[in-house]
């Protein structure tokens, strides 16, 4: 959001290296400044609304690429950084680098780069980490411990609000995340983790189911008593089932769509191509007359 004042600016940004999730956001938040508008008795461009819904949605690498080129302080003070734990390693990020950019000897992580960034400001400026538990970390992803340690080794001015829930192995990876921080810089704060899951609004044991089955706990079993009615799950092996099911459920506004694994090859004479490549605008985004959208079950 941007918030005017009649003497300064103060803008945040949204930052993803998930580029589907960019894309989709930024056309729904155009769409929507289009729809509302008119009905408003405006006009407004779809270009014009793309315009402003790209500039405080953005991808990660961009905005890298543009304060790598500028060593202005940036016109944002606060960033959100999505997927925190997926940021780049400093061999990730120079290797990158150096294979796309032609830049030798970058010597930075991207948590480091983008603190570098933001420390530029004089005054004051915010940058606040949204972190998934329990992930797997792919290759060339650093985990938490590259902030801190970005933070521990170049900016131990900076103060530091963190989720108890971080000092749990599925978020620290075993690592003592808080030493040799100075003193008094770290405060943790209860209300800082978000316990239910906002896309389960339904049932509050969903989270909870979902981690005890990827753990293979044993307990996911009871569970699913104690969503019965409330959030509904099944298991088929026949897929114009699964599809009658899903249309059978679907109600008002809820959105349909199949999801497959990339690595799932076999699922052609099924009809599933898990490789097709398709446009997220659209799958998420359009309605149920367009074939292009989730609600027609035929991409996933």
């Known amino acids: 959001s941007t918030q005017n004042t009649e003497t300064y600016e103060e803008n945040a940004v949204f930052l993803s290296g998930n580029g589907p999730l960019v894309i989709v956001l930024q056309e729904a938040l155009a769409r929507d400044d289009v729809f509302s508008s008119l009905e408003q ?19 990660i690498h961009h905005f890298r690429d543009e304060y790598l080129r500028d060593e202005n302080a940036p016109i944002e003070r606060v960033v959100i950084f999505d997927e925190a734990q997926r940021a780049w390693t400093k061999e990730q990020t120079a290797s990158f680098m150096k294979q796309r950019k ?3 000897n970058f010597n930075m992580s991207e948590p480091e780069f983008l603190i570098g960034v933001m420390d530029r400001h004089d005054d004051w400026a915010v940058i606040i980490c949204l972190i998934g538990g329990g992930q797997e970390i792919n290759k060339g992803e650093a985990g938490l411990p590259e902030w801190f340690t970005a933070l521990k080794e170049n900016y131990q ?15 620290n990876m075993g690592e003592d995340l808080y030493a040799d921080l100075n003193h008094g810089v770290l405060e943790e704060k209860e209300k800082l983790h978000l316990s239910v899951s906002v896309r389960s609004f ?8 979902v981690k005890t089955l990827l753990d293979c706990d044993a307990n996911a079993s009871s569970l699913i008593d104690q969503l019965n009615g409330k959030y509904p799950i099944a298991i088929t092996r026949s897929f114009d089932l699964a599809k009658s099911w899903l249309r059978e459920k679907s109600r008002g506004t809820e959105r349909i769509g199949i999801l497959a694994s ?3 090859v076999r699922l052609k004479p099924h009809g599933i191509n898990a490789k097709n490549d398709i446009d997220p605008r659209h799958w998420f985004l359009n309605g149920k007359d367009d074939v292009r959208s989730s609600f027609y079950l035929e991409d996933v």
């Open 41 to 59: 008795g405006n006009k407004i461009r779809k270009t014009e609304a793309l315009n402003k819904s790209k500039a405080f949605i953005q991808n």
């Open 157 to 171: 001015n900076w103060k530091i609000w963190v989720s108890a829930e971080l000092n749990d192995f599925e978020y």
């Open 262 to 264: 990339s690595g799932g």
């Open 102 to 104: 032609g830049i030798d």
């Open 202 to 209: 339904r049932s509050e044991k969903v989270s909870e189911f």
